[in-house]
């Protein structure tokens, strides 16, 4: 059983910062890449970033660009996300995700989701 927590969530005013960590647990999986997606209420989940197994790679969903970044641990079991400038429309779970070996697009078909830490951000 493979597991990710996520920690970090927190209430932060506008143009604050946080960082969010993501640590995997249980048994060893090979992943090409780990990374995060938010989801607001009533709106349908959202691409934020991700990064390859390696660190050489990493992508960002259009409406974080600039603002946040995401990193790797020196183990490569978890991953951070930085986020600065942060804004109201930020507000959302954030969920941590890791995907096995596959073809497709990096911000699609992950198989292993954390339960997700909460960042609101006030105006």
């Known amino acids: 059983q493979v597991q990710l927590l996520e920690s970090g969530g927190a209430l932060v005013q506008a143009g604050g910062s946080l960082r969010l960590s993501c640590a995997a647990s249980?048994?060893?999986?090979?992943?090409?890449?780990m990374g995060w997606f938010r989801q607001a209420p009533g709106k349908e989940r959202e691409f934020v970033a991700t990064?390859?197994?390696?660190?050489?790679?990493?992508y960002y969903g259009d409406s974080v660009k600039g603002r946040f970044t995401i990193s790797r641990d020196d183990a490569k079991t978890g991953v951070y996300l930085q986020m600065n400038s942060l804004k109201p429309a930020d507000t959302a779970i954030y969920y941590c995700?890791?995907?096995?070996?596959?073809?497709?697009?990096?911000?699609?078909?992950?198989?292993?989701w954390g339960q997700g830490t909460q960042v609101t951000v006030s105006s």
């Open positions: 995700a890791a995907r096995v070996p596959k073809l497709g697009g990096p911000q699609y078909l992950y198989d292993y």
């Open positions: 249980g048994r060893s999986f090979i992943y090409d890449f």
């Open positions: 990064i390859s197994r390696l660190g050489s790679s990493t």
